[in-house]
């Protein structure tokens, strides 16, 4: 058997499964967007780490230096914030070709080193290597937070509303103009898209703002696909979830570009992830002052997009009925066709 | 300015300098084995993280996956052994091909995680993720110790006297035998040497006893190379050191086989690099006792094969004479003469 068979969760299921449970009685496994290390009677960190390797996570040619410095640092603050922590130290590994260009290097690290000094948090070491053709990154990042405040993605409760931090799909819109060759640079709405692709922001003040809310049941950060990490969510918590197309937080600028293309938004939006906003969970009796409170304070909506089941199955509504969502989230190892236009784009 | 003209070190250099020192408050930054975080008035933590790419840092067809899924951790805990810090926890990054067969990555499992029950580690996340074509594995592990007992490689102080706590030269015997083409699979102290290349052991007890003596001042492990090791312990302390050709302790079988085909053993073992035992440097008051000690405790001799000087160099000293050692460490930026022959070999 290959691995194009098993999927990334099927590997991550299959390395899980040899580890003795017994192993981990003070800490919290493999599975969740960060680990969990017991600091002392109070406090605990959280560690998380993400690879991205030119030609399958980024095109050189296309993300500018800075914005890949970034951008890798950002993907990992995105775990921290969904388990509503603070950010505190950074490991960076990177493996560059004898032939990068030292300006390259200065220009990502001055992307890498502002996000850290802008999140507060410090660069404390690493590991840099050659490689023969392709630049490989490797970021883990140290964060902290009170124990009794952590938020997983296993404690959604039936009845619970499900909402997103953030506007969805800019990001997913701005890569299929990429792909699709139709980008435009001229174009301010084609630059925004871009830009949320390119630059993400990990929604770090709000994932810790509403780790202080009890009420607040599960939480998630929107990597894979709002489709696939709404399933995470539902198969570790052992529920269902309704997911409302028409209720999907949508920028016009977004839905005019996909009209133009006669593109699905919804679709697009609930699939093509890397929005780094956050999935919450909330029980819905605390949703309204939540809401309300979380408006005033961040001046944008905390939006409602579905519910928490008990049909142990994702269900996406478009008016009033249940749809097949046949484009999926994406698995790195499945995901193929998804880049099948890499070498031309 | 390309990254082939600065090199790795350079490279390092020229990150720390972008970093504010001010920010390093309570942390021991980039430069060391392990960064150091305090964990409480009393301890530390230790963190390391180190990158190994197929074809870069081994080669799939000569490594099996047992001895891989090994080596990836045991270089990681060798960082570990070097700061005197006990390992706890383990992250794992691991980019594959989706050509790649399941039963490779679950004998590649198989040696981390053995490796990791042996020495006490738990491995707590990760990131799994697909690559076009070459193997890519991040490990990073997090120890733990008393923070008085740290040792650095910017302590040595002149006069010490330098020690390795194991042979030297295995490793990269091992390594050469395979480079030209002479590794003959029937002739056990070939297999011996292939082994120490394939299956180094962190030298952890020994790490661990050793910074429980003052007197024990630096310590590093040898990853890059015994010169360029002993380069960086100078470096950093701002001394110089004198090391003494003929007092590398070798294996007799390695001797045997560089004297077969012609090869000068003694300067194998001293720019090879990958042995992942240590040298420390010891108080010369203190040397007799401890390594009376240390024979004891571990059945083996602690290797004196140096003096840390105020020269502020490194002199090779062979029958008395100060020689040019002209094959230098392995640094990865500039080591394409090392692996030229890597296509077919």
Known sequence: MKLADLGEFGLIKRIAENIDDKLLRNSIGIGDDCAVIQKNEKESYLITTDMLIEDIHFL?????????????????????????????????????????????????????????????????????????????????????????????????????????????????????????????????????????????????????WLADFPEVHAMIDISDGLDSDVQQIIENSQVGAQLFLEKLPLASQMKKIAEKFSW???????????????????????FPDIAKKFQKHFGRNLNFIGKITDSKKLEVIEKGKNIDLIQKGYDHFRSEEKWKNIEDY
Chains 1, 2 share one sequence.
């Open 264 to 286: 699905n938004a919804e679709k697009l939006a609930i699939s093509s992830g890397e929005d780094y906003c956050l999935i919450v969970t909330i029980a819905p009796s605390a």
């Open 60 to 208: 050189k040619e296309h993300i500018k230096a800075e914005e890949l410095g970034n951008k890798a640092l950002a993907v990992n603050l995105s775990d921290i914030a969904a388990m509503g922590g603070k950010p505190r130290w950074i490991f960076l590994s990177l493996a560059l070709p004898a032939k990068t260009e030292i300006a390259w290097t200065d220009r990502f690290f001055k992307g890498f080193l502002e996000l850290a000094e802008m999140t507060g948090c410090l660069l404390l070491g690493g590991d840099t290597t050659h490689s023969k053709k392709n630049i490989i990154i490797n970021v883990v990042v140290i964060g902290e937070i009170e124990t009794e405040k952590i938020k997983f993605r296993d404690k959604a409760i039936i009845g619970d509303l499900i909402c997103t931090t953030d506007l969805v799909g800019n990001s997913g819109c701005g890569l299929r103009l990429l792909l699709e060759k139709k980008f435009d640079p001229a174009i301010e709405a084609h630059r925004n898209m871009l830009q949320a692709h390119h630059l993400p922001r990990a929604n770090l003040q709000e994932g810790s």
